[in-house]
């Protein structure tokens, strides 16, 4: 059964830096994709950042771009999420998600991802 535990978040100021991470467990499978969503109380579940299996495809969404870097740690399946210069608007709750592969494009709405984290609160103080 694949699980997925985020880790990282905490309560920051604004233009101070966060290191979030998922650890993916019970994977029987070679290909996938990984992807971070962040979600404020009352709106969707918004698209942040994904790196494929092999690591080779990172998209981001406009929010991102320039600030959160996506990796990955292949010899631990494990995913982090750096994100740099953080604004108060960067406050929410940020899932990990995994969608089992091989894909043809890279999935950007929850509704195409396969499992989920708990999520972990991010908190930007202004």
């Known amino acids: 059964q694949v699980q997925l535990e985020e880790s990282g978040g905490g309560l920051v100021q604004a233009g101070d830096s966060l290191r979030l991470s998922c650890a993916a467990s019970?994977?029987?499978?070679?290909?996938?994709?990984m992807a971070w969503f962040r979600q404020t109380p009352g709106k969707e579940r918004d698209f942040v950042a994904s790196?494929?299996?092999?690591?080779?495809?990172?998209p981001y969404a406009d929010s991102a771009k320039g600030r959160f870097t996506i990796s990955k740690d292949n010899a631990k399946d494990t995913v982090h999420l750096q994100m740099n210069s953080l604004k108060s608007e960067d406050t929410a709750v940020y899932y990990c998600?995994?969608?089992?592969?091989?894909?043809?494009?890279?999935?950007?709405?929850?509704?195409?991802?396969?499992?989920w984290g708990q999520g972990t609160q991010v908190t930007v103080s202004s």
């Open positions: 998600a995994l969608k089992r592969g091989p894909i043809a494009s890279m999935p950007r709405t929850s509704g195409e991802y396969d499992y």
């Open positions: 019970g994977l029987t499978f070679r290909y996938y994709v």
């Open positions: 790196i494929t299996w092999n690591s080779l495809v990172t």
